[in-house]
Nanobody, 126 residues
Framework: QVQLEESGGGSVQVGESLRLSCVGAGDTHRSCMGWFRQVPGKEREGVASIDSEEVGRTKYADSVKGRFTIAKDNAENALYLEMRNLRPEDTALYYC???????????????????WGQGTQVTVSS
């Protein structure tokens, strides 16, 4: 059984940075993990995904490529998302997610994931 909890969200101005954290209870070291975001009235979208700390294969949405970085820390059983040069369009509720089994490719498809956190809010003001 896997439990996930996000933290690090907040309110910032355009161009500023935030670092989101996700701590996991249960073994997720070999699992695909990802960050997703959702705005009220809109569909949930994949932001970033990673397979493992050792291999480090990643996948990013075009809208965040070059600005966001995803990383795993196996020693702390944690997942991170570094967000730089934030834009108003990045405003959303951000979720951490884990996919069952051993990861063969990072995935931005939300239906691939079974375990989800409660979300942390990010608000970017212009």
């Amino acid at each position: 059984q896997v439990q996930l909890e996000e933290s690090g969200g907040g309110s910032v101005q355009v161009g500023e940075s935030l670092r989101l954290s996700c701590v996991g209870a249960g073994d997720t070291h070999r699992s695909c993990m990802g960050w997703f975001r959702q705005v009220p009235g809109k569909e949930r979208e994949g932001v970033a995904s990673i397979d493992s700390e050792e291999v480090g294969r990643t996948k990013y949405a075009d809208s965040v490529k070059g600005r966001f970085t995803i990383a795993k820390d196996n020693a702390e059983n944690a997942l991170y998302l570094e967000m730089r040069n934030l834009r108003p369009e990045d405003t959303a509720l951000y979720y951490c997610a884990a996919k069952p089994g051993i990861c063969w490719r990072p995935s931005l498809v939300d239906s691939d994931y079974q375990y989800w956190g409660q979300g942390t809010q990010v608000t970017v003001s212009s």
